[in-house]
């Protein structure tokens, strides 16, 4: 059975930090990009950042570089998202998600964490 569990969400001051984990199982986590997405309420949901199914090349979204850093240990299946300097703009539901690196049409989800970033 396939499972992306996330967590490490939670409730953060402004300026604050938060690690965001992601352990996958049923599948062979090495072989698969992984990325964090971020879904605030009435809105759609965003891509915040991809790393490769090696860990060597990252990208993130401009809204958030800087900030936000995603790393893999693929030893561990986890994929992390560590984020800096939160603004209460960063509040949302995040989702990781695994995408087969040859076959983009085999693709896993998690089910959320919340984020929420607020005084």
């Known amino acids: 059975q396939v499972q992306l569990v996330e967590s490490g969400g939670g409730l953060v001051q402004p300026g604050g930090s938060l690690r965001l984990s992601c352990v996958g199982s049923?599948?062979?986590?090495?072989?698969?990009?992984m990325r964090w997405h971020r879904q605030a309420p009435g809105k759609e949901r965003e891509l915040v950042a991809v790393?490769?199914?090696?860990?060597?090349?990252?990208s993130s979204a401009d809204s958030v570089k800087g900030r936000f850093t995603i790393s893999r240990d693929n030893d561990k299946n986890t994929v992390y998202l560590q984020m800096n300097m939160l603004k209460p703009e960063d509040t949302a539901v995040y989702y990781c998600?695994?995408?087969?690196?040859?076959?983009?049409?085999?693709?896993?989800w998690g089910q959320g964490t919340q984020v929420t970033v607020s005084s």
């Open positions: 998600n695994a995408v087969h690196r040859q076959r983009a049409t085999i693709k896993y």
């Open positions: 049923g599948f062979t986590f090495s072989n698969y990009v």
């Open positions: 790393i490769n199914s090696a860990g060597g090349s990252t």
